[in-house]
T-cell receptor, first 114, second 113 residues
Framework: EDKVVQSPLSLVVHEGDTVTLNCSYEVTNFRSLLWYKQEKKAPTFLFMLTSSGIEKKSGRLSSILDKKELFSILNITATQTGDSAVYLCAVENDGSGNTGKLIFGQGTTLQVKP | ETGVTQTPRHLVMGMTNKKSLKCEQHLGHNAMYWYKQSAKKPLELMFVYSLEERVENNSVPSRFSPECPNSSHLFLHLHTLQPEDSALYLC????????????FGSGTRLTVV
């Protein structure tokens, strides 16, 4: 059965700290791994990773994929209170007939205290 | 706004009621999805539509009935729900079926009493 596991499930840090969120997966016919940030309701897209070892970066956020060990990390440096959110990891499989779908992890709830 | 609009934002309904959730996207995407997000659980895929045709139904109870009249609109019709159906229902769309970069709506928070 395809599954995506995120850790930790929750995390509390102080402003300025650096955090690393983890996502491991077991998915047949892997196509890509995606990270989303969910603050109130709508998850918003952060990164899509398809190749191992290539870091994607956007401001203080970065992410990398290891397709051999089947995991990805999301790093946030110099955290701010606005980074408080649920971070979702999802893996896209290459289903038959092009009906691939996203399989989500449980999410990591990050709280950044002032 | 993300380009995917869901209404209503909140809904409280009794177990004998019939209601519908609406999703509309103005992104020109060809695929639309319904997801259920319950507390402490991963998002669960419910239904997938591509060019108005249902391509996947993930063993969802028949009390949930989707409808996709055109590629911009998606509905989820609800009837005789159970309290455990209370959750956040998220609609998403993508340019091509099954390809990444999904755009999500803000969801409908459903409470069944």
């Amino acid at each position: 059965e395809d599954k995506v596991v995120q850790s930790p499930l929750s995390l509390v840090v102080h402003e300025g700290d650096t955090v690393t969120l983890n996502c491991s997966y077991e998915v047949t016919n892997f196509r890509s791994l995606l990270w989303y940030k969910q603050e109130k309701k709508a998850p918003t897209f952060l990164f899509m990773l398809t190749s191992s070892g290539i870091e994607k970066k956007s401001g203080r956020l970065s992410s990398i994929l290891d397709k051999k060990e089947l995991f990805s990390i999301l790093n946030i440096t110099a955290t701010q209170t606005g980074d408080s959110a649920v971070y979702l990891c999802a893996v896209e499989n290459d289903g038959s007939g092009n009906t691939g779908k996203l399989i989500f992890g449980q999410g990591t709830t990050l709280q950044v205290k002032p | 706004e993300t380009g995917v609009t869901q209404t209503p934002r909140h809904l409280v309904m009794g177990m004998t009621n019939k209601k519908s959730l609406k999703c509309e996207q103005h992104l020109g995407h060809n695929a639309m999805y319904w997801y259920k997000q319950s507390a402490k659980k991963p998002l669960e895929l419910m239904f997938v539509y591509s060019l108005e045709e249902r391509v996947e139904n993930n063993s969802v109870p028949s009390r949930f009935s989707p409808e996709c009249p055109n590629s911009s609109h998606l509905f989820l019709h609800l009837h005789t729900l159970q309290p455990e159906d209370s959750a956040l229902y998220l609609c998403a769309s993508s340019q091509v079926l099954g390809r990444g970069g999904y755009t999500f709506g803000s969801g409908t928070r459903l409470t069944v009493v």
